[in-house]
C-alpha cells in the first residue's frame, strides 16, 4: 500500500509540565541544550535541529510527537487527504506543520521546512584497544565528568489500544516499514518497531515502536542518541550524581542492538540515552520476533519487571498477554456471534 508521506525522520516530542524551571534543570542534566520561545522551554541536540523537545506551562503530561517530511508538497497532499490545513509554524525554526489525531488520540505533527542550525562536530571516542586491534597508542583515556552531550532525538513509543489498528492508521500516513513484529504467542502480534522509508539509505531500526501493553494507551518514552559508549557512561555517572531518577540502565538491547540507559524526568516521563544501534535499508524487510527478544538484554541490566528472582520469563508474559487480548476481543463480539 502506498503512503500519502514518507517521513524522513522523527522531529520532536512534547510535554507539559507546571515547573518549567525544573524541567530545564533536569533536561540540562540530560545533556540538552534549553531555551525558551514565546513561553514555552525547548531543548535541542548537537544535530542542528531546531528542537527535539518542548515543554508547556500546564499539567504534566506528554502532549505530541512530530515526524519530518521532505517538503511542502508531501505536507499538502497530506493535508487533503485528512482535511486539514498547512500551517506556519511559530516554533523555532519555522517551516510548515500539519496536526493531525492519532487512533489513541495523541496529536501527532508533520513538519517540513524548518531551518536548521550549523550542526557541531561530534567529539570523537578515544580508540579502543581490544585484543583483535591495538588502535590507541601512547596515549590514555580521560573521561569529563559531564552530561551526556545528546546529539538527536532518535525514536518514542507508544502504548496502544489497538496494534493493528495503529500500524495501519501510521504507515498509511508515513510509510513505515516494519523493522521487527513482536509476537505475544504464534500469530498473536502486540506490536512493532518501525524504520523510515528512505529507499537505499540506511536508517534506524526504528523511529516508531508501537506496542499494546499494560497499562494501556499512552506514552512509553523518548529516546536520545548521544556520541558514544564513553559519552552515555558519562551521563548515567551525572545523572546519578544529581540524585535523578533512574528507570532502566545500562543494557545492550536484542531488537535494535543500542546500548541503553533510562531515566525518568521530574513527573515521570520516561528518556532514554542510547547509541550504536542498527541501521538498516528499505531491502533489509522485516521479521517476526517475540516477547524473549523483545525484554531480553544482550549483556547488562535486565528489564525491570524481570530483575527479581521471583519474576516471570518473558515467554510467561507473552502468554498471558496472549490470553488477555484474546478475552478481550472474546467480550468485543456481540452474544449471537459467540453463540454462533
Same mark, same amino acid.
Given at each position: 500500500?502506498?503512503?500519502?508521506?514518507?517521513?524522513?525522520?522523527?522531529?520532536?516530542?512534547?510535554?507539559?509540565?507546571?515547573?518549567?524551571?525544573?524541567?530545564?534543570?533536569?533536561?540540562?542534566?540530560?545533556?540538552?541544550?534549553?531555551?525558551?520561545?514565546?513561553?514555552?522551554?525547548?531543548?535541542?541536540?548537537?544535530? +542542528?535541529?531546531?528542537?527535539? *523537545?518542548?515543554?508547556?506551562?500546564? /499539567?504534566?503530561?506528554?502532549?505530541?510527537?512530530?515526524?519530518?517530511?521532505?517538503?511542502?508538497?508531501?505536507?499538502?497532499?497530506?493535508?487533503?487527504?485528512?482535511?486539514?490545513?498547512? /500551517?506556519?509554524?511559530?516554533?523555532?525554526?519555522?517551516?510548515?506543520?500539519?496536526?493531525?489525531?492519532?487512533?489513541?488520540?495523541?496529536?501527532?505533527?508533520?513538519?517540513?521546512?524548518?531551518? &536548521?542550525?550549523?550542526?557541531?562536530?561530534?567529539? !570523537? /571516542?578515544?580508540?579502543?584497544?581490544?585484543?583483535?586491534?591495538?588502535?590507541?597508542?601512547?596515549?590514555?583515556?580521560?573521561?569529563?565528568?559531564?552530561?551526556?552531550?545528546?546529539?538527536?532525538?532518535? *525514536?518514542?513509543?507508544?502504548?496502544?489500544?489497538?496494534?493493528? #489498528? !495503529?500500524?495501519? &492508521?501510521?504507515?498509511?500516513?508515513?510509510?513505515?516499514?516494519?523493522?521487527? /513484529?513482536?509476537?505475544?504467542?504464534?500469530?498473536?502480534?502486540?506490536?512493532?518497531?518501525?524504520?523510515?522509508?528512505?529507499?537505499?539509505?540506511?536508517?534506524?531500526? *526504528?523511529?516508531?515502536?508501537?506496542?499494546?501493553?499494560?497499562?494501556?494507551?499512552?506514552?512509553?518514552?523518548?529516546?536520545?542518541?548521544?556520541?558514544?559508549?564513553?559519552?552515555?557512561?558519562?551521563?548515567?555517572?551525572?545523572?546519578?550524581?544529581?540524585?535523578?531518577?533512574?528507570?532502566?540502565?545500562?543494557?545492550?538491547?536484542?531488537? +535494535?542492538? #543500542?546500548?541503553?540507559?533510562? &531515566?525518568?524526568?521530574?513527573?515521570?516521563?520516561?528518556?532514554?540515552?542510547?547509541?550504536?544501534?542498527?541501521?538498516?535499508?528499505?531491502?533489509?524487510?522485516?521479521?517476526?520476533?517475540?516477547?524473549?527478544?523483545?525484554?531480553?538484554? #544482550? &549483556?547488562?541490566?535486565?528489564?525491570?519487571?524481570?530483575?527479581?528472582?521471583?519474576?516471570?520469563?518473558?515467554?510467561?508474559?507473552?502468554?498471558?498477554?496472549?490470553? #488477555?487480548?484474546?478475552?478481550?476481543?472474546?467480550?468485543?463480539?456481540?452474544?449471537?456471534?459467540?453463540?454462533?
Amino acid at each position: 500500500m502506498m503512503s500519502i508521506t514518507r517521513a524522513q525522520d522523527i522531529a520532536h516530542v512534547r510535554f507539559m509540565a507546571p515547573d518549567l524551571g525544573e524541567m530545564r534543570k533536569f533536561l540540562e542534566d540530560f545533556g540538552l541544550a534549553c531555551f525558551e520561545h514565546d513561553g514555552a522551554l525547548y531543548a535541542r541536540g548537537s544535530d +542542528g535541529a531546531p528542537f527535539a *523537545h518542548a515543554t508547556e506551562m500546564g /499539567e504534566a503530561g506528554f502532549t505530541a510527537l512530530a515526524f519530518r517530511v521532505a517538503g511542502l508538497a508531501e505536507l499538502e497532499a497530506l493535508a487533503a487527504a485528512e482535511g486539514v490545513a498547512v /500551517e506556519a509554524s511559530t516554533a523555532p525554526g519555522g517551516g510548515h506543520v500539519v496536526r493531525l489525531t492519532d487512533p489513541d488520540g495523541n496529536r501527532v505533527e508533520a513538519v517540513t521546512g524548518q531551518t &536548521w542550525g550549523e550542526p557541531a562536530a561530534p567529539d !570523537s /571516542e578515544a580508540p579502543f584497544n581490544s585484543a583483535a586491534a591495538r588502535r590507541r597508542l601512547r596515549t590514555p583515556v580521560r573521561v569529563e565528568r559531564r552530561p551526556s552531550r545528546v546529539r538527536r532525538l532518535g *525514536h518514542v513509543v507508544l502504548n496502544v489500544a489497538d496494534f493493528r #489498528q !495503529s500500524e495501519a &492508521w501510521y504507515k498509511a500516513r508515513f510509510g513505515f516499514i516494519t523493522s521487527d /513484529e513482536i509476537e505475544a504467542a504464534p500469530g498473536l502480534s502486540i506490536g512493532a518497531f518501525m524504520r523510515c522509508d528512505r529507499g537505499d539509505t540506511p536508517t534506524d531500526h *526504528h523511529t516508531l515502536f508501537l506496542a499494546q501493553l499494560p497499562p494501556g494507551p499512552g506514552f512509553n518514552h523518548a529516546a536520545f542518541e548521544v556520541e558514544g559508549l564513553d559519552d552515555l557512561m558519562a551521563g548515567h555517572a551525572h545523572l546519578k550524581r544529581e540524585g535523578r531518577k533512574p528507570a532502566w540502565g545500562v543494557g545492550r538491547h536484542v531488537l +535494535g542492538s #543500542q546500548i541503553f540507559d533510562y &531515566w525518568k524526568d521530574p513527573w515521570g516521563h520516561e528518556l532514554e540515552h542510547w547509541t550504536d544501534g542498527d541501521l538498516f535499508a528499505a531491502a533489509d524487510g522485516s521479521r517476526l520476533s517475540n516477547m524473549r527478544e523483545l525484554l531480553d538484554v #544482550q &549483556w547488562g541490566a535486565p528489564f525491570p519487571a524481570l530483575a527479581g528472582k521471583r519474576a516471570p520469563k518473558p515467554e510467561t508474559i507473552g502468554k498471558l498477554l496472549a490470553l #488477555q487480548l484474546r478475552f478481550k476481543r472474546l467480550f468485543r463480539r456481540k452474544p449471537k456471534d459467540i453463540a454462533a
